[in-house]
């Protein structure tokens, strides 16, 4: 059983839009090295697109520029689509995050062309919006996205932290994005990472290459 099963419709445009609906289902099996808060496991890319999708319902007020959370959802819900073909490319693992750009653009072509052409480059700008950060919208995307794992390592015994020997310089450059557009969740975040140097989840010093 599969897509193989497919019946169609008769109408191409609604068989374009079901046979992507289910390839989207692929980000169920991309696992990510965020622990999920309860240990069992990894968490998925749906988990975590759903989960940062949510989170931008709740924050906009700490943004320091207005927001269209709608917007925002929308690019929440694509951000890592890519991911189906590219895989997911660990923040911090300096040597997988080389020729990302190129895995990724490649998967955006493969991926979006599956769609018809009108909602296919609807998607794909939502995603290169995210990607640039360059907008408001963006950079508010970009902190649920930066927050959601930050959060996770705070109540998994800095899980991914741990595992990667992370220094102190790597999260900070991560979190930029936060300190910048939302400066008063930063303060929280702040208080974390010295807590995690603290109790020995991060390590102190520069970033490694």
Known sequence: MGIEDFLGSGN??????LKFTAEIDKMTSIMRRTMLLDKSRRENDAEHSWHIAVMALLFSEYASEPVDIGHVVSMCVVHDLVEIYA?????????????????????????FALLPKDQGDMIRALWEEFDAMETADAKYAACMDRLQPFFHNTLTDGHTWVESGT???????????????????????????????????????????
């Open 167 to 209: 220094n102190r310089d790597a999260v900070e450059k991560r979190m930029a994005v936060v300190r910048e557009f939302m400066p008063e969740v930063y303060e929280w975040a702040t208080a974390n990472i010295d807590h995690a140097i603290g109790i020995g989840w991060l390590n102190e010093g520069e970033e490694r290459s």
């Open 87 to 111: 895989g997911d490319t660990f923040a911090y693992d300096t040597a997988g995050n080389i020729g990302k750009k190129e895995r990724e653009d490649a998967a955006a072509d493969k991926l």
């Open 12 to 17: 191409e445009r609604l068989d374009r839009q």
